[in-house]
């Protein structure tokens, strides 16, 4: 699986606990799907991802969106 892949799969499940956690415990929890869905923005105007560079020193492969 290449890197791309990963990030989006970490970014949707972090998105899906955030709104877990905002229904079960506090609304405050919302913010982590802001932080994550502003992150995701930020990556695809500047190409900057700091998931994916963590990835690509663990040996992940590159993918399209951040091939380097």
Known sequence: MNID???????G???IASV????F??????LLAL???ANLLQASF???CPLAR???KLGGKPGCAFPN
């Open 54 to 56: 963590i990835l690509r």
């Open 35 to 37: 932080f994550v869905g």
């Open 25 to 30: 415990f506090s609304a405050w929890w919302l």
């Open 5 to 11: 892949r990963l990030v989006m799969r970490f970014a």
């Open 20 to 23: 877990a956690l905002a229904y």
């Open 46 to 48: 500047t190409g900057f």
């Open 13 to 15: 499940s972090m998105v």
